[in-house]
């Protein structure tokens, strides 16, 4: 959970995962969203990877991201219980079991 509100802390990251939301989108389409070297952008696809928000597949030189929404539900459904902000009392008399991530621990 750290690594993605690490990676939610960025407002550039935030914008690129707004992006990919629509649809998937290769660096160069992404690119063209900001005003940044792409070796910065790159360095933020990175750091969205390793939180595992986005998952890349390369085609030749062409690497396409798209947004992995699951994790990212996960995760702030997580933290939600951590705060102690859960569902609403109705659906707590019938809980509803979570499916953890499947990622990785870090």
Do not use: C, W
Not at 78 to 97: H, M, N, Q, R, W
């Amino acid at each position: 959970m750290n690594l993605v509100f690490k990676a939610l802390s960025d407002p550039t990251r935030r914008q690129i995962l707004q992006l990919l939301r629509k649809k998937p989108m290769n660096a160069g389409e992404l690119a063209e969203h900001f005003p940044i070297a792409k070796s910065t952008l790159s360095a933020h696809f990175a750091i969205l990877r390793e939180a595992d928000l986005i998952e890349a597949s390369k085609s030749g030189t062409v690497i396409t991201y798209m947004l992995k929404v699951s994790v990212l539900e996960e995760a702030l459904l997580a933290f939600a219980e951590t705060v102690g902000i859960g569902l609403p009392s109705l659906l707590k008399t019938a809980p509803i079991p979570l499916k953890k991530a499947t990622g990785k621990a870090r």
